[in-house]
């Protein structure tokens, strides 16, 4: 058992260790990275309320008002959260106050999705789910380091980003936002591989908000991929 590691049966419970998840005991180790699920799924749970939120008062209308604006402002809000995730306290408000805030905002393009499809939101959510669950799995089973693909991600992520806004703004086509949505679920499909690895090994032991928040970054955006991917082969 490390010495510095002062474990709670609380998962909430903040630590002094600053060291990293390969360089901590199996315990603390499984401690970690269970504060880390049980906040990524919490995080899931309060986008799903913000949601709910959304759908039954007038924000809805007001997100649809404001967009593209609203949506934008979500690359704000998920920096602060970022640097906010290892401050004692305020960790957990960012992280819950972002999914709470992703849920009221996306909610009224899900119920647009569904309005056009019925159905596929709800098999967008077990496909991801399906997929999600496997990567994890894989990169819990093989144990492997996948911490090269970073660069890699990064860079891709930012072409991505340009290219989304260039259609967004330019070019109108959806035939490059169908095929996007594949390359959007094959470059987070690499995040949820490089992220588990990083939470098996090289997490510092006290960012499990952190850790949290790039998986619901992950599981949210493989969700609208498939979402948008099972939509446009319905046209």
Request: glycine fraction near 6%; proline fraction near 3%; aromatic fraction near 16%.
């Amino acid at each position: 058992m490390n010495p510095h590691y002062n474990r709670s049966q609380d998962p909430f419970t903040h630590s002094t260790l600053t060291t990293t998840v390969a360089q901590a005991s199996t315990e603390a180790r499984l401690d970690f990275i269970r504060k880390t699920y049980v906040l990524f799924m919490a995080g899931i749970l309060m986008s799903i309320v913000g949601g709910v939120v959304s759908l039954r008062t007038p924000l809805w209308q007001l997100v649809l008002s404001t967009s593209p604006f609203s949506f934008l402002s979500l690359f704000l809000f998920v920096m602060v959260a970022r640097g906010l995730s290892r401050t004692p306290g305020l960790n957990y408000a960012a992280l819950f106050s972002f999914t709470l805030v992703t849920g009221i905002l996306f909610a009224p393009i899900l119920m647009a999705y569904e309005s056009l499809a019925p159905g596929v939101v709800t098999q967008a959510a077990f496909l991801t789910v399906i997929v999600f669950g496997s990567l994890t799995a894989y990169a819990f089973i093989s144990r492997q380091d996948f911490s090269y693909l970073g660069g890699m991600l990064f860079v891709a992520l930012i072409a991505l980003i340009l290219g989304g806004l260039a259609n967004l703004f330019f070019f109108h086509s959806s035939a490059m936002a169908y095929w996007s949505a594949w390359i959007t679920l094959l470059l987070f499909s690499g995040f949820v591989l490089y992220d588990t690895s990083r939470i098996i090994q090289r997490y510092d032991m006290n960012d499990y908000c952190g850790a949290a928040l790039e998986l619901f970054l992950d599981f949210f955006n493989m969700f609208l991929a498939i979402l948008r991917i099972l939509s446009g082969s319905r046209r």
